[in-house]
């Protein structure tokens, strides 16, 4: 059985920085994508980051001007999510996604790609 758990989310200022972590048991997958969503109140939920795992080639929506970095250590299966110069606007919940199998159509931001899903971790920046 699959299980994502995040952990690292909590209360920051702006500007501050926070590592957010998703631990995959049970995912012994080495070739899809994993990935990390938000979704703010009232908002619809968007996909962050995500890494390739056969490449590892990364991906990150383009607002986010480079302040994120994600990255996936195989030893410890863990997902991870570098967040620097936080900004007020980036107060989410962060999810961590994984796919299992070939959809085609669907890229890396879209979460119809992924088959499974954390529980959320909450982010927030005060100004």
């Known amino acids: 059985q699959v299980k994502l758990v995040e952990s690292g989310g909590g209360s920051v200022q702006a500007g501050g920085s926070l590592r957010l972590s998703c631990a995959l048991s049970?995912?012994?997958?080495?070739?899809?994508?994993l990935g990390w969503f938000r979704q703010a109140p009232g908002k619809e939920r968007e996909g962050v980051a995500a890494?390739?795992?056969?490449?590892?080639?990364?991906y990150y929506m383009r607002s986010l001007e480079g302040r994120f970095t994600v990255s996936h250590d195989a030893a410890k299966s863990t997902l991870y999510l570098e967040m620097r110069s936080l900004k007020p606007e980036d107060t989410a919940m962060y999810y961590c996604?994984?796919?299992?199998?070939?959809?085609?159509?669907?890229?890396?931001?879209?979460?119809?790609?992924?088959?499974?899903w954390g529980q959320g971790t909450q982010v927030a920046v005060s100004s």
């Open positions: 996604a994984a796919q299992k199998q070939f959809r085609f159509g669907y890229e890396w931001h879209d979460g119809r790609l992924y088959d499974y």
């Open positions: 049970g995912y012994t997958f080495d070739t899809w994508y």
């Open positions: 890494i390739y795992l056969g490449d590892r080639s990364t």
